[in-house]
């Protein structure tokens, strides 16, 4: 029977379901879990969203950023804090664990940080330099993500043993995921809890970072016109760096916080997928526009969390690009619209 | 500017320590939760046929040795592997790749006047891939045999190809029913097929593990919809159509599933996909709280699955047509390769061999070699060897392993 149809779209069309109980009963677990993959989705839009604001430039490298922050993280346990892989949980006391996630977690942003300004640096400065066209910008930044994933798959494992290559890394598990508490019975586990919160409090300090600060003005003010804000005296090359650097360190705590969820996940492909999910993110909210990059990821975090009970855990990606399809038919520039560049003070 | 960004930059850093610190505080300790490095193994447990039964395994017979009487003569040959060498998959192709350059490194050292030279062709375990690979290894006019494709997916995509070179195509790992289905007469199965492991395994859970309810996960890939049918078809109404679910190959998340299961609270759950999906599930199924006994099928036998999921793999069951190594083997295979044999490296031992004997008996072209298949019958690592017209084996035994 199934074999009939082994592959063909007909069949598996067949598996779409209907779900609508299992969605009213398991709501409220359904949006805190998307919840926090949410706030993962959004962190690492913002980097998507900055650099486009700045550069109109869509960094496809940017998942790699995150892949990188990934093993960072995981170096950082590893190496340094001395922690040895197992696949089983690690239980060092509330604190400990916190600090150690706290220093794995600046380590990881070191690293994507550190990755993001060598990426422009190395890859889009020279394009600037010599005047190239927007596409070839595009052409580069997929070059480089491949690049980037290639040598963690293959040239990784020859620098440092054991790391990269085809398989995940075997897991450190500084946390065993643990019910909290309860909301509209369902449960809070502590993971869920520091991913929403780390996220939380990123995204406002990234708000008011862009929104307050000299060099946040000094962004927008090279998003919205270039040429005149170098006239009046901000360095354009500077405020580049700067917003890559703001988009990886936050791509970096991010990857942090997916390992967390999924410990299984540090793999040199881990990025693409997510990175894909956190640019529709991006779109959705109006690419260029921070907190519409913040309030995409949420959304789509949610939706897609929504989608997969009712038509299917394997129809996951399927719901999340439609939604984007369908909300760009109805807001081309996304949900809060482009607005980095906008005058707004 | 720059100064105030690196300010910021370490603000921000300790104001994350802080709410970390903040979120962990509710966050009681578990007592006697241990972090040491786990010595958790998969091991064999029984040898089962259609019916779920126990089977004791044939003693006594010495397997087949590549090496021959060593006074073989041929003109230079080569025959062909092929599958992920590379990929999230590639350890089952290395297995396979390892063991058919044990069979052919002995053959080669064992008989100066005649070397076999062994061709690897990385098909990434992708059907695309494969289909582009084939002719390179068709078109090669000194190739006369080859163990693979790998996976279902790419032999169905490219046994056509084989077929008509006349190319004995003798795979070590695809198990997809269908394959010898398809009229190919150069497609030989070193193992029993997924039409065989569903039942056989539906049955074990059935009488052996005495489960009332079990949820059948599949992972949507060719592999994964094929067996966790055959499982679902046996169990019959004890495979629970509410918490039939499909995951996606690639998904590491899969709270939704785990909150599906949890709502039927099954005696078992059976996962059919491989095993970098394996370990992420079973593991957040445990997170959980789910209890029920964990079983899957041959693309999770890996060591890599208990590697990944650690203590959460603990007394999982994993099915699994491929046979395990005999000592000797395991020794020979370790001593080369400095790692133990893994699923599929007896099987691709095994293919190996007899390619290597049909050649050392003179069948030095792909329709004397395909002819050599046909009527091949002899003991292996694994099993005894001896196919039906189709392609099959003519007995074909599920093993049983057990994550402990």
């Known amino acids: 029977m199934v074999h009939d149809c082994l592959g063909s779209t007909a069949c598996l069309a067949a598996n779409i379901g209907f779900d609508l109980d299992g969605f009213r009963n398991g709501f409220w677990q359904l949006t805190i879990d998307g919840l926090a993959w949410g706030s993962i989705y959004a962190l690492v839009a913002v980097g998507y969203t900055l650099v486009f604001g700045v550069l109109r430039l869509i960094n496809f490298a940017h998942s790699e950023i995150f892949m990188l922050g990934m093993f960072g993280a995981y170096f950082c346990l590893d190496m340094i804090l001395g922690f040895v892989p197992s696949g089983n949980a690690y239980d060092?006391?509330?604190?400990?664990?916190?600090?150690?996630?706290?220093?794995?977690?600046?380590?990881?942003?070191?690293?994507?940080?550190?990755?993001?300004?060598?990426?422009?640096?190395v890859a889009y400065r020279p394009l600037r330099k010599r005047g190239a066209k927007p596409l070839t910008f595009l052409i580069t930044a997929i070059g480089v993500s491949f690049v980037l994933q290639e040598f963690v798959h293959f040239i990784l494992p020859?620098?440092?043993?054991?790391?990269?290559?085809?398989?995940?890394?075997?897991?450190?598990?500084?946390?065993?995921?643990?019910?909290q508490f309860h909301v509209f019975d369902a449960t809070v586990s502590n993971i869920t809890l520091v991913i929403v919160a780390a996220a939380l409090l990123l995204a406002v300090l990234t708000d008011v970072a862009i929104n307050r600060t000299k060099f946040g003005r000094g962004i927008r003010a090279v998003a919205q016109d270039p040429i005149t804000a170098t006239l009046m005296g901000v360095s354009r090359e500077r405020i580049i760096m700067v917003t890559f650097l703001i988009g990886g360190m936050l791509a970096g705590a991010a990857a942090l916080l997916y390992t967390l969820r999924v410990p299984q996940g540090i793999i040199y492909s881990g990025g693409?997928?997510?990175?894909?999910?956190?640019?529709?993110?991006?779109?959705?909210?109006?690419?260029g526009n921070l907190r519409g990059a913040l309030l995409g990821g949420l959304l789509l975090g949610i939706m897609e969390n929504y989608g997969q009970v009712v038509f299917g855990t394997q129809w996951r990606d399927?719901?999340?690009?439609?939604?984007?399809?369908?909300v760009l038919l109805i807001r081309p520039t996304g949900i809060l619209g482009e607005s980095l560049g906008k005058a707004r003070v | 500017m720059h100064g105030r960004a690196t300010r910021s930059a370490i603000a921000a850093s300790s104001a994350v320590l802080v709410v970390l610190g903040i979120a962990g505080?509710?966050?009681?300790?578990?007592?006697?939760?241990?972090?040491?490095?786990?010595?958790?193994?998969?091991?064999?447990?029984?040898q089962i046929d259609q019916n779920g039964e126990p089977v004791k395994a044939e003693g006594g017979l010495t397997p087949a040795d590549p090496a021959g009487d060593g006074k073989a003569n041929c003109p230079p040959l080569s025959i062909a592997m092929a599958g992920a060498l590379?990929?999230?998959?590639?350890?089952?192709?290395?297995?396979?790749?390892?063991?058919?350059?044990?069979a052919v490194d002995k053959h080669n050292a064992a008989n100066p006047g005649c070397q076999v030279q062994l061709k690897t062709f990385d098909t990434e375990g992708d059907p695309q891939k494969a289909t582009q690979i084939a002719p390179q290894i068709v078109d090669d006019a000194f190739t006369i045999g080859l163990v693979g494709p790998a996976f279902s997916g790419e032999t169905k995509?490219?046994?056509?190809?084989?077929?008509?070179?006349?190319?004995?195509?003798?795979?070590?790992?695809a198990t997809n029913v269908t394959l010898s289905e398809q009229g190919w007469k150069t497609f030989f199965r070193g193992l029993a097929n997924d039409g065989v492991q569903g039942p056989s395994v539906a049955n074990y859970m059935k009488n052996s593990l005495d489960a009332k309810k079990v949820c059948v996960v599949d992972d949507s890939t060719d592999y994964g919809l094929g067996l966790a049918q055959a499982v679902r078809e046996t169990l019959g109404p004890i495979a629970d159509p509410a918490c039939n679910i499909s995951v996606k190959k690639g998904d590491k998340d899969f709270s939704a599933a785990v909150t599906q299961v949890k709502g039927h609270s099954p005696d078992a759950v059976f996962y059919s996909g491989y095993y970098a999906e394996a370990a992420p599930f079973v593991q957040q199924l445990r997170d959980g709280g789910v209890t029920a006994t964990f079983v899957t099928g041959d693309g999770v036998k890996d060591p890599e699955f208990v590697k990944q999921a650690g203590a959460s793999s603990k007394d999982a069951l994993l099915s699994c047509p491929c046979g395990p190594a005999t000592k000797e083997f395991a020794d020979e295979y370790t001593q080369k390769f400095g790692e133990e044999p893994g699923t599929y490296s007896t099987e691709g031992y095994?293919?190996?061999?007899?390619?290597?004997?049909g050649i050392d008996s003179g069948a030095i072209t792909r329709p004397a070699l395909l002819d050599f298949f046909r009527n091949y019958q002899g003991q292996g690592v694994a099993r005894k060897y001896q196919w039906t017209d189709t392609g099959e084996l003519t007995t074909t035994l599920i093993w049983m392993y057990k994550v402990q």
């Not at chain 1, 043993?161 to 019910?179: E, F």
């Not at chain 1, 693409?272 to 690419?287: D, E, P, Q, R, Y």
């Not at chain 2, 505080?25 to 029984?46: F, M, R, T, Y």
């Open chain 2, 157 to 173: 995509a490219t046994g056509g190809v084989f077929d008509q070179a006349g190319l004995v195509a003798a795979t070590a790992s």
């Open chain 1, 158 to 179: 020859q620098i440092i043993k054991g790391y990269g290559g085809s398989n995940a890394q075997q897991p450190i598990m500084l946390v065993r995921p643990k019910t």
């Open chain 1, 92 to 121: 060092k006391g509330v604190l400990l664990t916190v600090f150690y996630l706290g220093i794995a977690m600046v380590f990881a942003m070191l690293v994507s940080g550190s990755a993001a300004v060598g990426l422009e640096a």
């Open chain 2, 350 to 357: 095994d293919l190996g061999t007899i390619m290597m004997k």
């Open chain 2, 86 to 102: 590379t990929g999230p998959d590639a350890a089952l192709g290395i297995n396979i790749k390892n063991g058919v350059q044990l």
């Open chain 1, 272 to 287: 693409f997928l997510l990175g894909i999910k956190a640019f529709t993110a991006a779109v959705l909210g109006g690419i």
């Open chain 2, 25 to 46: 505080c509710s966050q009681q300790s578990a007592p006697g939760e241990n972090s040491a490095q786990s010595d958790l193994k998969i091991v064999e447990q029984v």
């Open chain 1, 318 to 326: 399927v719901v999340a690009f439609v939604l984007l399809v369908l």
